[in-house]
Structure formats: C-alpha cells, structure tokens
C-alpha cells in the first residue's frame, strides 16, 4: 500500500509499505477516505518537531472499516468511523478516568502520524490498523458528511473540550482564544459561538484569521505582536498561539480565578510567570487532547446543525496531491479524500465517491 511518509525537513514522499493485517480478535483494518492536516502536521512536515523521520504523517480522519477481528463488537466492514489521533485500550485507569491520551497499555502519548509512542502508522495511510478497535473507532452518524466530521479525530474534539466545560458551567463566561496556529484558534472560536459564549474575543497577529474570526461572530483584535495581556476581564482564555510570548499573554490575561487552557503544544520548557499565577490564583489545564470520549458530543453538533467547521476546512484535495499541498499548504484545514472501495452498506452516509 501507499504511505506518506515525512523523509526530513520540508520533505514529503509517497512510500511503497506493506499492508497491515489483524493482529488480534479486537483489531481491525480502516481505509482513511477523509484524512485532515492537523496544525502540529505543519510543524512536523517543516521540521519543528523532536520527531526523528522517516515516520508515517496524518492523525485525522474518517475511514471506512474493511476487515475486523473476531472481537471488534458491533463494527463491520463497511462502516464509516472516526479514527482518534490516539491509540487506548479502552480498560486500563487512565483510559476508565476519561484520558485515553495517556492510556498505560501503551507507551505514552501512541498515535497515529508522530513516533512519540511507537510507529502506528500514519492516517494518509492507505489502510491503518486500529488495535482494540470497538473501543478506539467513533461511528458516524448516518446523516453527517466525513468531510465536515475528519477533524473531530483531533483539532475540532480539541477545541470543543476547551471551552466547554466552563461554558457548560456559566453560559455567561467571557472567552479570549490567543489565536496564531492555521485553524485550531479559529474552531474554537466556533466552538465558543456553538456553545452560546455570551462574548468572545481572538486576539492574532493574522489578519486573514482576524477576518475569519470575525466572521464566526468574534471580536477580532489585531495584534502587533503578543503583549503581556490583552486588557479585559477574561474569564476563559485558550492559549492556540503555538508561540512562548502567546502562552504568556494567555496566563496573564486570565482573570483572578478564572481558567486558562494550553492547547498549544510546546516541545520543551516554557517559561511560567508564577509570581503573577500565584496572585490571581488561575486554574490552568494542559495535556493532550483526549477526543474519544467527546467525539459522540461533537458529531451529535454536526448532525444537528449547531456546528459547522466548514468554513476553516481548504479543499478537498486529491490524496494523490497530498506532497504539494502539505508542502505549501493553503489557509485553513486542507483535507484530502480517497474512494471507497466497500460496497456502500449505508447508502444515506454522504460517503466520499
């Protein structure tokens, strides 16, 4: 089969691999049909990332089942999923607690698309294998269209968790995202607005993203570059900046008890204006994105219309084009599509043709 494959800095190559086969009753074999570029993708793809090439690239998608074990509970071949970035059993503490990114069956941080954890190939993969598969694939509602859900594997499930436990709370919360990444400021602007945040403000140095946001209903503030603070009384910040002086600005524009969330991912220390923390006493939440358990929350949005990512996704392309986008990629989410080759079992799924 077909592999993309990151060879080094700035250098994408398309790789003859062999195919996987089931390892194990609970496994089975997916075939990615919408496979979406994640913000850390174009990291990884211009060589800011501690991943050592060659490694497989892709950690969001939709994929159509093609073969299950013997203990792949209800999944069968021809049914469309969303495949989580991460790899989890499903049984062990963590994964029981809610945190399937850091689930101890595996070493961690295991996923598609990085070798933080181990190779397990990456979801531009013509097939990937999802071990423990009952647990780890999400299915699609029949009315939801793969183009508009791929994301939910990674950014889209990532943004939804950072705003919505405290808008669940307090409807009323005003909400500041430190934009500066291609798209995953932006969805949670979306998410904020899905959530009926009574005010959210994005603050970027991009004015094609300051346009965008203000198109999903922000209050756009054109930054210069990253200040200390953005003046205001904040009581969410999401740090999506990707940038040291973003995740300060971020800390510090959080009101006195308010919550501030990291969705950045920083590859070493960063450092903690922790005098300035230990006078407002923020909550501040880290870690890695754990999607599986809040994909069916973000799918059921999709399905009923209150949320739509479409307006950051770029594309679709052809998978066959995958190189000369990623390595000049567009604003946005590029996403990149493949046929199915199962009969079509659920004629009514929006199934990429």
């Not at 904020?192 to 994005?202: D, F, G, K, Q």
């Not at 939440?285 to 799918?299: E, I």
Request: hydrophobic fraction near 45%.
């Amino acid at each position: 089969m077909e592999s993309l494959v990151v060879t080094g800095p700035s250098a994408l190559e398309w790789r003859d691999v062999p195919s996987p086969r089931l390892h194990d009753d609970q496994d089975a074999l997916v075939r990615p049909i919408v496979s979406a570029t994640c913000d850390l993708d174009r990291r990884i793809v211009a060589g800011g990332s501690p991943f050592e090439p060659p490694f497989a690239l892709g950690h969001e998608a939709v994929g159509e089942v093609l073969e299950v074990g013997d203990d792949a509970g209800s999944l069968a071949p021809g049914d469309l999923v969303v495949i989580p970035w991460h790899i989890s059993c499903g049984g062990c503490v963590n994964c029981l607690r809610g945190l399937p990114g850091t689930c101890s069956s595996v070493p961690r941080l295991a996923s598609y698309g990085t070798t933080a954890g181990g190779k397990w190939g990456g979801l531009f993969d013509e097939v990937v294998r999802v071990p423990w598969a009952a647990h780890n694939l999400v299915a699609l509602p029949a009315t939801v269209d793969p183009r508009v859900a791929a994301s939910s594997a990674d950014n889209l499930t990532d943004a939804f968790r950072a705003v919505a436990p405290v808008l669940r709370a307090d409807p009323a919360a005003s909400v500041l995202v430190v934009g500066g990444t291609a798209s995953l400021g932006l969805l949670t602007v979306l998410c904020a607005r899905t959530l009926r945040a009574a005010a959210v403000t994005y603050a970027d140095t991009d004015a094609g993203r300051l346009a965008k946001a203000a198109e999903l209903g922000a209050t756009a503030l054109a930054l210069a570059e990253y200040p200390d603070r953005v003046d205001g009384d904040f009581d969410l910040v999401v740090d999506a900046s990707a940038n040291k002086a973003g995740f300060r600005c971020a800390l510090l524009s959080t009101r006195p008890g308010g919550t501030c969330v990291i969705r950045s991912i920083y590859f070493g220390d960063v450092p903690l204006p922790y005098f300035s923390l230990y006078a407002t006493g923020i909550t501040l939440v880290t870690g890695p994105p754990h999607a599986t358990p809040l994909v069916p929350d973000v799918l059921a949005l999709i399905a009923d219309g209150s949320l739509d990512p479409s307006p950051i996704l770029a594309g679709p392309y052809d998978c066959a084009d995958a190189v000369d986008v990623l390595l000049a990629p567009p604003p946005g989410k590029p996403q990149f599509i493949r046929p199915r080759i199962m009969s079509d079992r659920h004629a009514d799924r929006g199934a990429v043709r």
